[in-house]
């Protein structure tokens, strides 16, 4: 190749993506508000100020915004966000979350230290920046033509462990030891005497010797009421119904316990998650007056998390 072509070529190729990562970071800049929109309690009083690209590439750009609106007793807050905007195969993508220590963008001294024991601990930065986001994008973002939480997203992440995450338990003076987990996070319903069809986030916690369920009401509120049993029924992705199992709740973090703790029980729930998949779980409590608890999880991903603890 005639060697004056060659740097005109490098040049036109970096033009092309730098191009391509200016058009993106525009794209999310023009969507931020559009979103906030749907994302405040009344967007005629939101309004942005000190946007921060912390970080942009040709698929994927963050921002980092002040949001000024009133909320819901009419007072105008502030509130400082991250705002994730992902271009991948033909569609466009977007989630935002409050600004803090867990925010999706690190820089890369701090991810250099908070990457030890994650299950992106192997992948470099960029890839790592890429994991966390689309993560993100999955259990709580959507695709930018549809509602929040109106549909589910299942996009690929860098290591192919799907939605899960890992994580490692703490002992007494909070420190993290060596004993790891994974933890999945699902959304669905749930009803009782006071509520019908109200909001209803899920997270299966899958450990060395057990696995167990944390039921939050409202997205928020761990269902803790331990006087009965919870019965525990579960659908494949193939539409495989598996017989009623019973758990029992801890009473303490709201998490629900395999009353059965023989090998078979074990193996059963994990048989369930290695198939990978959207699964099916519906439960009801009935103490007192019945509540009843459905949601869905993606298990993609597991037969590849599992080893990592």
Same mark, same amino acid.
């Given at each position: 190749?005639?060697k004056k072509i060659f740097p005109i070529i490098l040049l036109m190729v970096i033009f092309f993506?730098?191009?391509?990562?200016?058009?993106?970071?525009?794209?999310?800049?023009?969507?931020?508000?559009?979103?906030?929109?749907?994302?405040?309690?009344?967007?005629?009083?939101?309004?942005?100020?000190?946007?921060?690209?912390?970080?942009?590439?040709?698929?994927?750009?963050?921002l980092h915004s002040n949001v000024i609106a009133k909320n819901g007793f009419g007072n105008e807050?502030?509130?400082?966000?991250?705002? @994730?905007?992902?271009?991948?195969?033909?569609?466009?993508?977007?989630?935002?979350?409050?600004?803090?220590?867990? =925010?999706? +963008?690190?820089?890369?001294?701090?991810?250099?230290?908070?990457?030890?024991?994650?299950?992106?601990?192997?992948?470099?930065?960029?890839?790592?920046?890429?994991?966390?986001? @689309?993560?993100?994008?999955?259990?709580?973002?959507?695709?930018?033509?549809?509602?929040?939480?109106?549909?589910?997203?299942?996009?690929?992440?860098?290591?192919?462990?799907?939605?899960?995450?890992?994580?490692?338990?703490?002992?007494?003076?909070?420190?993290?030891?060596?004993?790891?987990?994974?933890?999945?996070?699902?959304?669905?319903?749930?009803?009782?005497?006071?509520?019908?069809?109200?909001?209803?986030?899920?997270?299966?916690?899958?450990?060395?010797?057990?696995?167990?369920?944390? %039921?939050?009401?409202?997205?928020?509120?761990?269902?803790?009421?331990?006087?009965?049993?919870?019965?525990?029924?579960?659908?494949?992705?193939?539409? *495989?119904? +598996?017989?009623?199992? %019973?758990?029992?709740?801890?009473?303490?973090?709201?998490?629900?316990?395999?009353?059965?703790?023989?090998?078979?029980?074990?193996?059963?729930?994990?048989?369930?998650? =290695? *198939?990978?998949?959207?699964?099916?779980? =519906?439960?009801? +409590?009935?103490?007192?007056?019945?509540? =009843?608890?459905?949601?869905?999880?993606?298990?993609?991903?597991?037969?590849?998390?599992?080893?990592?603890?």
């Amino acid at each position: 190749m005639n060697k004056k072509i060659f740097p005109i070529i490098l040049l036109m190729v970096i033009f092309f993506a730098c191009s391509k990562e200016d058009k993106t970071r525009k794209e999310a800049e023009e969507q931020l508000p559009k979103t906030l929109s749907e994302w405040v309690n009344d967007p005629t009083s939101m309004k942005t100020s000190d946007i921060q690209t912390v970080y942009s590439n040709d698929s994927l750009t963050i921002l980092h915004s002040n949001v000024i609106a009133k909320n819901g007793f009419g007072n105008e807050v502030t509130n400082r966000i991250e705002y @994730i905007f992902l271009k991948t195969n033909g569609e466009t993508y977007d989630a935002i979350r409050p600004l803090d220590e867990d =925010s999706i +963008y690190q820089d890369e001294e701090t991810w250099a230290k908070k990457r030890k024991g994650k299950i992106y601990e192997k992948l470099d930065y960029g890839n790592a920046i890429a994991y966390r986001a @689309i993560s993100y994008i999955n259990a709580l973002g959507r695709n930018i033509n549809d509602k929040f939480e109106e549909k589910t997203v299942n996009l690929p992440v860098p290591t192919n462990t799907g939605r899960w995450e890992l994580q490692a338990t703490t002992d007494n003076f909070g420190d993290k030891t060596d004993n790891k987990y994974l933890s999945l996070i699902g959304n669905g319903e749930f009803s009782n005497s006071a509520t019908s069809n109200s909001k209803l986030s899920a997270i299966i916690f899958v450990l060395k010797n057990t696995i167990c369920i944390r %039921l939050l009401e409202y997205g928020s509120f761990s269902a803790k009421d331990d006087d009965a049993p919870y019965k525990v029924r579960i659908k494949d992705g193939n539409g *495989k119904e +598996y017989p009623l199992m %019973l758990f029992y709740n801890d009473g303490a973090e709201g998490n629900l316990y395999p009353l059965d703790l023989s090998e078979d029980s074990k193996n059963t729930l994990k048989d369930i998650l =290695s *198939k990978e998949g959207e699964i099916t779980f =519906s439960i009801s +409590y009935d103490k007192y007056t019945p509540s =009843s608890y459905r949601f869905k999880v993606n298990a993609d991903g597991y037969n590849e998390a599992i080893k990592h603890i």
